[in-house]
């Protein structure tokens, strides 16, 4: 039976209350992949719904049919496989925010879990949700760039593995097909790496202002390896290339550092909105990625040391 509703109009006029949409709860991957199959592309996965459930009271999303993967266990882990962690993709904020093991390797990822939302957002929310709403201010999109993460999407005829930079096609758009799923992040281990951070944001748990993140890696001779450098909620796709050609090869330093953050303000699009000036933006994409840069070296040369 079809949930349904009247509809309202709220005092502003906006509505409040989603259309009406049929339901059924998936028992396994494979049986949410034949749901997706016969119900067509007017179907949606939910999972946690924090940002799905917003844009259905307000008829942004109007699915006909609601498929929910909250008992799709198998898709709920962390497991590190050689020179990878393996996460499922309904594996919830809380449990990545706890984790030692990912603190250890990633601790980006502990950084950013820590200014998402509020503790019900992270108890409910997965990163499977967070990476396939592909919201341009959404955390953990730019971690996963930053860290050369890839995502496994399962569909009926198999699955398939994608670069982040495949997987986000735009603005809240993936390339995950209406009749498939996210079911897995890949995050490679590298040596002697560390990574960081850093979010501006206008009250706790709000959407960014402006983000940064780093992951640094060195070579034996402590200079830089490899570097990766993403900005969150300011214009920028992908990472900042011409920074990153300017730190290779050499040793971390706050003079690159400094150097660095002007070609992250430079290489960002910002738009001006409530949150703040085009100016006020780019300042921030210069300091935060000062910031990350400085903490995800010092992280790795701990690591290199230990």
Not at 31 to 59: F, N, T, Y
Not at 150 to 178: C, D, K, L
Not at 193 to 199: L, Q, R, V
Not at 270 to 289: F, N, S, V
Request: glycine share 8%; charged share 25%; net charge negative.
């Amino acid at each position: 039976m079809p949930f349904s509703n009247a509809g309202h109009l709220g005092e502003e006029g906006i509505m409040q209350i989603p259309a009406p949409f049929d339901y059924a709860r998936a028992s396994s991957v494979d049986d949410a992949l034949a749901l997706l199959e016969r119900h067509g592309p007017e179907s949606l996965i939910v999972a946690g719904g924090h940002s799905l459930l917003p844009m259905m009271k307000l008829r942004l999303a109007r699915p006909e049919w609601l498929i929910d993967i909250n008992d799709l266990f198998e898709l709920d882990f962390i497991v590190r496989d050689g020179d990878r962690l393996r996460v499922g993709a309904m594996t919830r904020h809380t449990t990545l925010f706890e984790s030692d093991e990912v603190r250890r390797l990633f601790p980006i990822i502990t950084d950013a879990e820590r200014t998402i939302a509020d503790p019900v957002v992270r108890n409910r929310g997965t990163i499977g949700g967070s990476l396939c709403q592909a919201d341009p201010a959404e955390d953990l999109s730019t971690v996963c760039i930053v860290l050369g993460a890839e995502a496994v999407i399962r569909g009926t005829a198999g699955e398939r593995v994608v670069s982040m930079a495949e997987f986000h096609v735009g603005p809240y758009e993936t390339s995950v097909a209406h009749n498939e799923l996210l079911v897995e992040v890949r995050l490679p281990i590298r040596p002697r790496s560390g990574s960081a951070y850093e979010k501006v944001e206008r009250r706790v748990g709000d959407w960014a202002v402006a983000a940064a993140g780093a992951s640094v890696s060195l070579a034996e001779d402590g200079t830089i390896d490899h570097v990766a450098i993403g900005l969150t909620a300011i214009g920028l796709d992908g990472t900042v290339t011409e920074a990153e050609a300017m730190l290779h090869g050499k040793a971390p330093s706050e003079e690159l550092f400094v150097e660095a953050g002007r070609l992250a303000a430079l290489a960002c699009d910002p738009l001006a909105d409530q949150r703040g000036a085009i100016d006020y933006k780019r300042h921030l994409a210069d300091e935060l990625t000062r910031r990350v840069l400085r903490r995800a070296s010092s992280r790795a040369a701990e690591a290199q040391e230990g």
